[in-house]
Nanobody, 120 residues
Framework: QVHLVESGGGLVQPGGSLRLSCAAS????????MGWYRQAPGKERELVAT???????NYADSAKGRFTISRDNAKNTVSVQMNSLKPEDTAVYYC??????????????WGQGTQVTVSS
């Protein structure tokens, strides 16, 4: 069983910052990619940013230059620092973890989601 616990969402004014974090726990052999997606009301879930075990990152165009993803492999955590937030960043943010189990299965797990609201 694998659990992901997210934290850090909330209400922020335009131009403000938030930091989201996600911690993975449970029984698994290795965590591979980690990242964040988001889903705004009436829209499909979309990529925000991903990071590999080696630290290679990938960002959605909307996140480039404003968001920074990072991970701590020792603590099995992934975070995203979001700066210069805009109202269009309002969404539920979901972390995901791609991992390999001890039986060599590969699975993707999702967090429960955390609300980010950017509004004055």
């Amino acid at each position: 069983q694998v659990h992901l616990v997210e934290s850090g969402g909330g209400l922020v004014q335009p131009g403000g910052s938030l930091r989201l974090s996600c911690a993975a726990s449970g029984m698994f052999f290795r965590i591979n990619d980690m990242g964040w997606y988001r889903q705004a009301p009436g829209k499909e879930r979309e990529l925000v940013a991903t990071i590999t075990t080696g630290g290679r990152t990938n960002y959605a165009d909307s996140a480039k230059g404003r968001f920074t993803i990072s991970r701590d492999n020792a603590k099995n955590t992934v975070s995203v620092q979001m700066n210069s937030l805009k109202p269009e960043d309002t969404a539920v943010y979901y972390c995901y973890v791609a991992l390999t189990t001890y039986s060599s299965g590969n699975y993707v797990y999702w967090g429960q989601g955390t609300q980010v609201t950017v509004s004055s």
